[in-house]
């Protein structure tokens, strides 16, 4: 798989999207995910798939179906950069070790500077600002590093109310 990923990465540089995720589903469904700046347009998701089908043709890639698609609202963060680029916004994260008795917080994700450090730990630093679970209670900051994470996601509050009028 991780083949596939370079081979999908290499096929849209210079495309201006990011690739996220590559993923074999069943029934011979090959499902990409793309990101950039700005959004994802349908344009986009064309422009991949058209040359996708192409190289993975030329390299003999088994699928039945291709689906091109945004990551949406609540975008895995995959390496150290997602975990830069979406500072200062609301994450969920499950970490590989339990803290409290909890593996699971949500909160404002703060990259740390790490300036002084070397070595691995040197800008793999975070925060992640919890929040209150009391009206009380102050908010909690909790530290962890990029391997201390299982899995993350973008986890935005979405208002399907609107505005009061």
Request: some cysteine.
């Amino acid at each position: 798989m991780a083949d596939l990923f370079a081979l999908t990465q290499q096929a849209i540089a210079g495309m201006d999207v990011e690739l996220v995720d590559v993923e074999r589903a069943p029934l011979g469904l090959l499902r990409v995910t793309i990101d950039r700046d700005g959004g994802v347009r349908i344009e986009d998701c064309e422009q991949v798939s058209k040359q996708l089908s192409r190289v993975y043709e030329v390299e003999d890639i088994d699928y039945k179906r291709l689906e091109v698609g945004s990551p949406g609202v609540d975008r895995p963060l995959k390496n150290m950069a997602d975990f830069h680029r979406f500072a200062g916004q609301r994450v969920e994260i499950r970490l590989r070790q339990a803290i409290d008795s909890r593996k699971v917080f949500s909160g404002i994700l703060h990259a740390r500077d790490n300036a002084g450090e070397t070595g691995a730990a040197a800008g793999a630093s975070f925060e992640l600002e919890l929040e209150p679970e009391g009206k009380s209670d102050e908010a909690k900051v909790l530290s962890f590093v990029f391997d201390d994470v299982d899995r993350a996601k973008l986890d935005p509050v979405l208002d399907f109310k609107g505005k009061k009028r």
